[in-house]
């Protein structure tokens, strides 16, 4: 009995072993920054390359160099005035390499916090030389049938832009062919336009991801309308959840780019300001599709219920109709089963042929008649 009792205050005293034994997923996971002290360089990705990478971009309107680094010392003889340059740096799991660099480019440690996080919300912060720009890049995986998701981090100065990227690949390569062409305003303007440039090609993926999304809503639709038994709740259920994240990391997209076009003009021009401002009713407009889309799913998640419930009723009313005929037959079966030994009938020949199955026959005649006079087959 003693030992009973220890046992039961063992268990009451120990809540931690009892969240262990029955219901694990209870326990929460600690933060990797949680108690550091703010502007601490924590990378907090799962993405893991070979190196980190960084591209340079160096032109005027004249000439265009491309080169690839392997030291972050050498971006020091890109920082002058004469010309725009755009560094793109793939790869953050390096924090030494990620910090070298906002040392030599003079990067705010709240900033280059900022880029180490990748479960950061897109947002833009405004410092005395640099703008902060953090947006998330999406892109739909043909391959895969998927919505990749990854950070991009841009900084903006007077004379260069730099892009931090999570992994290699990304989706400007239509800006650098603009920029190798030499053709149009791409190369006769600032580092403020670039800066518009890879923003505004951005939300176009944003377009190209919703469209994808948008067909599988479409098939999903026409599926529960024609054939209902070919999809499950879980096919529904992974749209809703692409849809869920597309719009955590879309809508503060559109008040990013707002911000941006009213309150930006020391780092953009008002030249430029006009294109970022078409920007932003692409990202208003991109805002109002998730929304539709949203709608339209949760209308089509609404029909396949219904759709399952109106089988479910169609199962429900045949069996009832069998249930309904076979109950006043096992009910005559029922008095023709007993010991009686005054039934007049027992001793006639063919009494069960003329007797008994007739008035069985009758019975369900009868029953079909005033069910379909009813409607109810």
């Given at each position: 009995?003693?030992?009973?009792?220890?046992?039961?205050?063992?268990?009451?005293?120990?809540?931690?072993?009892?969240?262990?034994?029955?219901?694990?997923?209870?326990?929460?996971?600690?933060?990797?920054?949680?108690?550091?002290?703010?502007?601490?360089?924590?990378?907090?990705?799962?993405?893991?390359?070979?190196?980190?990478?960084?591209?340079?971009?160096?032109?005027?309107?004249?000439?265009?160099?491309?080169?690839?680094?392997?030291?972050?010392?050498?971006?020091r003889q890109y920082n002058h005035p004469d010309s725009v340059t755009w560094i793109n740096v793939q790869g953050l799991h390096d924090v030494s390499v990620i910090s070298k660099i906002g040392e030599l480019l003079g990067l705010h440690p709240l900033?280059?916090?900022?880029?180490?996080?990748?479960?950061?919300?897109?947002?833009?912060?405004?410092?005395?030389?640099?703008?902060?720009?953090?947006?998330?890049?999406?892109?739909?995986?043909?391959?895969?049938?998927?919505?990749?998701?990854?950070?991009?981090?841009?900084?903006?100065?007077?004379?260069?832009?730099?892009?931090?990227?999570?992994?290699?690949?990304?989706?400007?390569?239509?800006?650098?062919?603009?920029?190798?062409?030499?053709?149009?305003?791409?190369?006769?303007?600032?580092?403020?336009?670039?800066?518009?440039?890879?923003?505004?090609?951005v939300i176009d993926f944003y377009y190209e991801t919703l469209d994808q999304v948008w067909a599988k809503i479409e098939r999903l639709e026409d599926l529960v309308v024609r054939k209902p038994e070919r999809i499950e709740l879980r096919d529904i259920q992974v749209v809703r959840k692409d849809l869920i994240q597309l719009r955590r990391y879309m809508y503060p997209v559109r008040d990013v780019v707002h911000n941006i076009s009213t309150r930006n003009?020391?780092?953009?021009?008002?030249?430029?300001?006009?294109?970022?401002?078409?920007?932003?009713?692409?990202?208003?407009?991109?805002?109002?599709?998730?929304?539709?889309?949203?709608?339209?799913?949760?209308?089509?998640?609404?029909l396949y219920l219904s759709q399952l419930s109106m089988k479910m009723n169609e199962v429900m009313k045949v069996l009832t109709i069998i249930a309904t005929i076979f109950i006043p037959l096992t009910f005559i079966a029922g008095i023709y089963g007993m010991n009686f030994e005054s039934m007049p009938e027992l001793g006639w020949d063919w009494a069960y042929p003329q007797g008994f199955y007739a008035m069985i026959g009758v019975v369900t005649v009868i029953m079909i008649i005033y069910m379909k006079s009813r409607k109810w087959l």
């Open positions: 009995m003693v030992k009973k009792q220890l046992s039961k205050l063992k268990q009451i005293t120990d809540p931690i072993t009892d969240l262990k034994k029955y219901s694990p997923i209870t326990l929460s996971r600690k933060r990797p920054k949680t108690g550091l002290a703010p502007g601490s360089l924590i990378y907090t990705g799962k993405v893991y390359t070979d190196k980190v990478n960084i591209h340079v971009m160096d032109y005027t309107n004249d000439r265009i160099d491309e080169i690839d680094i392997e030291n972050p010392e050498d971006l900033t280059l916090e900022d880029i180490l996080d990748t479960n950061q919300r897109p947002k833009v912060e405004e410092f005395e030389d640099h703008l902060f720009i953090c947006m998330k890049m999406i892109n739909h995986v043909e391959a895969h049938n998927k919505v990749d998701i990854e950070q991009m981090s841009m900084v903006i100065h007077e004379n260069f832009v730099i892009c931090f990227q999570e992994k290699p690949g990304d989706v400007f390569d239509d800006i650098r062919t603009r920029l190798k062409n030499g053709r149009g305003r791409a190369r006769k303007r600032g580092a403020d336009y670039l800066a518009y440039m890879l923003m505004d090609i003009a020391q780092f953009f021009s008002e030249s430029t300001l006009m294109f970022v401002r078409d920007s932003y009713d692409h990202a208003v407009q991109v805002v109002e599709n998730l929304d539709t889309y949203r709608e339209i799913l949760t209308s089509v998640m609404d």
